[in-house]
């Protein structure tokens, strides 16, 4: 007689799409919810019974899936995310470098845009915008580049592996004598 595994039956399968449906749930919703929805109060409020769903359908998960099941899922789902271990080669290295450049390029221009939209053109770059584009097209660029920004930056680390993000730990910790 063999023993039912923890992927087996109704009760894993339903577990199972009540543990991964709930993430699209909660990243979907900021993204889909305004376009169907005009006033900004009405779409925080379904985004936030979305999500709010999402995390009771999740909880509700672990109990048809069982400690075994859940922990399997949740292990192959965190597992996505792991840095890939091992040496990288030159190529993939060259990108991660590039990657990462990019996203500190992007985030000081952001950091620059802003500081000669206050300090050098004043308040009026608030109603007429600068270099020929209006304060919301201004806005909506500032917040690209800072998203931009922010992709690269993961995708730098990604690229780079686990070795790189050892190196650089290893590089901010303090391995001195005594402090003053």
């Not at 339903?14 to 005009?38: D, E, K």
């Not at 792991?82 to 030159?90: D, E, N, S, T, V």
């Not at 990108?95 to 985030?107: A, I, N, S």
């Amino acid at each position: 007689m063999t023993k039912p595994t923890a992927a087996s039956g109704w009760r894993y399968s339903l577990g199972f799409w009540m543990f991964t449906i709930p993430f699209a749930m909660i990243i979907g919703a900021p993204v889909v919810v305004p376009f169907f929805v005009s006033s900004p109060t009405a779409a925080a409020a379904i985004i936030g019974g979305i999500i709010i769903v999402g995390e009771v359908v999740w909880f509700a998960s672990i109990p048809l899936l069982g400690k075994e099941g859940f922990k399997e899922l949740k292990n192959k789902a965190f597992g996505l995310f792991a840095l890939p271990k091992g040496p990288i080669g030159q190529h993939r290295h060259r990108w991660g470098l590039c990657f990462l450049g990019l996203g500190l390029l992007l985030e000081t221009l952001v950091v620059l845009g802003l500081l000669v939209g206050y300090f050098v053109l004043g308040e009026s770059h608030l109603t007429e915008g600068w270099l020929g584009i209006s304060f919301e097209q201004e806005a909506t660029l500032f917040i690209a580049a800072i998203i931009a920004s922010g992709i690269c930056f993961v995708a730098s680390i990604y690229t780079l592996g686990a070795p790189f993000v050892e190196r650089l730990t290893a590089a901010l910790v303090w391995e001195g004598g005594t402090t003053e």
